[in-house]
């Protein structure tokens, strides 16, 4: 049995954790700078600070976070601490596998080979990365994307710091804009923009109907807003990918999912296991 140590108790960290085969590495600790986190636990494993958790003599030690400076500076700290075991950089797996993309591949598979009608939509575009994958993957299909190009608004913002879903901030993810995500996609004009507070954006869109949708607006207002708009327009068989259900960070996806439920009934939902927390949610 190999032993393990993962630096970064982020979500980042705690996605890692659970894709940890325990039958062949056993994690002893995450180690983490963050003073308030050292001495809690997560599940059943103690959060140490980065020496101590060097102390251990794990045979490896998973650099879980995504920023290249940070990276390093863990890196560095672990080595001074005297860490001699195998490093494995997040940053630099993340960069050769994507769980998310592998799976939207495979979902936009089995939408085309089963015939699911429907355009394909995106609410929280930002700077189009997802967007230009679902334009790539569906060239035949229109695109809706639904974005202030804004960042967050602060109607939004105002109930989810009210009800502490996250720090989230009025303006977050403003550097963007209607222009720069067109000029991005492959196949510019099936794309329909729909820039503005969503989801006031969705007025006259009564009658669309959508095989796919990637549902990424981070905060419980246009989550919900979101489900209630596209979950009953879903075709049979069409998928909504749900960002940040098991996230830490954004409390709100989950909530939402859940008071939507509340109100109406049951979703068939599957959690992922990548590193953002995505759920699928099938068309009925
Ligand atoms: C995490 S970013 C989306 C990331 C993007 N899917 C990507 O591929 O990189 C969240 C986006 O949701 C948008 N958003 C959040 N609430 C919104 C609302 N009520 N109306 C319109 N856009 C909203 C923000 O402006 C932001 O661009």
Not at 50 to 67: F, G, R, T
Not at 103 to 108: N, S
Not at 231 to 243: A, F
């Amino acid at each position: 049995m190999k032993t393990m140590i993962i630096l970064g108790a982020g979500q980042f960290g705690q996605a890692c954790a659970n894709l940890i085969n325990a039958a062949d590495t056993k994690l002893l600790a995450f180690g983490d700078n963050n003073l308030s986190l050292q001495g809690t636990c997560l599940g059943e494993t103690p959060i140490l600070s980065i020496e101590n958790a060097v102390n251990l003599k794990p045979d490896y030690a998973l650099i879980a976070v995504s920023d290249q400076t940070r990276s390093s500076q863990l890196r560095d700290q672990a080595e001074k601490a005297g860490f001699q075991g195998i490093f494995w950089l997040l940053g630099q797996l993340c960069r050769r596998f994507d769980i998310r993309l592998a799976t939207l591949r495979r979902m936009a598979d089995r939408l085309i080979q089963q015939g699911i009608a429907g355009d394909i939509a995106e609410l929280g575009v930002y700077q189009g990365e997802l967007a230009c994958q679902l334009n790539a993957l569906f060239p035949d299909r229109r695109l809706h994307l639904f974005d202030t190009f804004e960042g967050f608004d602060a109607r939004d913002i105002q109930e989810e710091s009210a009800r502490g879903f996250s720090r989230a901030r009025e303006g977050d993810f403003a550097d963007t804009s209607l222009s720069f995500v067109q000029s991005r996609l492959p196949f510019p004009d099936q794309a329909l923009f729909h820039k503005g507070f969503f989801p006031d954006t969705t007025a006259g869109l009564e009658n669309c109907r959508f095989a796919l949708v990637s549902l990424d607006a981070d905060l419980y207002a246009p989550v919900l807003a979101g489900l209630e708009y596209f979950y009953p327009r879903l075709s049979p068989g069409g998928m909504i990918l749900l960002h940040d259900y098991n996230n830490r960070r954004f409390r709100g996806a989950s909530q939402a999912v859940e008071d939507y439920e509340k109100a109406h009934g049951p979703l068939p939902l599957v959690p992922l296991c990548d590193l953002h927390g995505t759920a699928v949610i099938l068309g009925r």
